[in-house]
Structures are given as C-alpha cells and as structure tokens.
C-alpha cells in the first residue's frame, strides 16, 4: 500500500502532466485526421505507392514526385483509422524536401520509438511524436507503420525505376 492509501491523503491539484500530454496528443492526431495535409493528388507523380492493412481495414495511396535522390513532392490520401492517417499526414510533413538517406534515418528512428517505446520521442520527428501512445498496443502499431512501409515501398520502386507498387501488411 502507497504512502497516500495509508494516510487517506490525496492532493488533487498535483498536475498530472502524463495526461495533459495524452490529450495533447489526442488532439494533433485528430487534427492531421480531419485536415490531412498533403492531401492531393500529383498529376505528375513519377511513383504511386499503395498500402493495405487487413488487420484494420487502413488504406494509403501516396504520389511521389523525385527530384534526383531527393523526394521532392509526396502526396498522400487514404481512409481508415485515425491513427494510420494521422501518421501518413504527420509523415508527409517530415519527409517532403528530404533526401532518401534522410527519409530512412527517420523511419528507422520512427519505427524504433513504435516498436521499442521508452517515454522519448526524437526531436526531428515533428508531430509524429504524438503517435506514440499506440505503441502499447500492437495492432495500433501497424495503423502507425503503414504509411512508412509503403513509403519504404516506393522508394524501393523509384530506385529500381518502376512505377507502381502495392502492398499488403501481413
Ligand atoms: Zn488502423
């Protein structure tokens, strides 16, 4: 038994700043749900990746456009849970104008805080970070990692100079 049981003592104004953050993060990940960004279609695209996650019913479909090795324009739609498109709107901030070496460091460090969650987010994640809450659930952890497979996916296809490709999650 606590000290607090034993005293009957409670302090209800303590911040609870563990919460504060969880609403927090709510709210982002509502946020990039209703207002996706990069939401559009590129006419122009030189990859289309699509991704599927039977677990959850999640879809992504994302339009690259490079500029040599570097992803110069992504857009990405999709529909399903709140957590796999949130995700592919908070990726597609991060990754915009970045280089493919860079893309993969950050998927690396992405994947890292989802499957080996330990209170801390990197930095250069942006509003990723607020994703990290589904890494206490195991099937919510591929809603989170769809986007960046498939991304993964159309990198892979950029690099071998094909167009299209689709994915299913296992
Ligand atoms: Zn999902």
């Given at each position: 038994?606590?000290?607090?049981?034993?005293?009957?003592?409670?302090?209800?104004?303590?911040?609870?700043?563990?919460?504060?953050?969880?609403?927090?993060?709510?709210?982002?990940?509502?946020?990039?749900?209703?207002?996706?960004?990069?939401?559009?279609?590129?006419?122009?695209?030189?990859?289309?990746?699509?991704?599927?996650?039977?677990?959850?019913?999640d879809?992504?479909?994302?339009?690259?456009?490079?500029?040599?090795?570097t992803?110069?324009?992504?857009?990405?739609?999709?529909?399903?849970?709140?957590?796999?498109?949130?995700?592919?709107?908070m990726?597609?901030?991060?990754?915009?104008?970045?280089?493919?070496?860079?893309?993969?460091?950050?998927?690396?460090?992405?994947?890292?805080?989802?499957?080996?969650?330990?209170?801390?987010?990197?930095?250069?994640?942006?509003d990723?970070?607020?994703?990290q809450?589904?890494?206490?659930f195991?099937?919510?952890?591929?809603?989170?990692?769809?986007?960046?497979h498939t991304?993964?996916d159309?990198?892979?296809?950029?690099?071998k100079g094909d167009?299209?490709?689709?994915?299913?999650?296992?």
């Open positions: 038994m606590g000290w607090a049981q034993r005293t009957g003592y409670s302090d209800v104004r303590q911040p609870q700043p563990e919460l504060e953050l969880d609403e927090l993060y709510r709210e982002l990940i509502l946020d990039h749900y209703k207002s996706p960004r990069h939401h559009t279609k590129l006419a122009h695209a030189d990859v289309v990746a699509e991704g599927y996650n039977p677990v959850c019913g879809e992504v479909e994302m339009e690259l456009v490079f500029a040599g090795d992803l110069a324009e992504i857009g990405v739609i999709g529909r399903g849970c709140s957590i796999s498109q949130a995700s592919g709107s990726m597609s901030e991060v990754v915009q104008g970045k280089d493919i070496a860079e893309i993969r460091r950050l998927s690396g460090e992405f994947t890292r805080m989802m499957t080996e969650p330990d209170g801390t987010a990197p930095a250069d994640l942006g990723l970070e607020a994703l809450g589904a890494a206490k195991a099937a919510r952890v591929k809603c989170a990692t769809l986007a960046w991304l993964a159309g990198i892979a296809q950029h690099e167009g299209v490709v689709r994915r299913e999650e296992a």
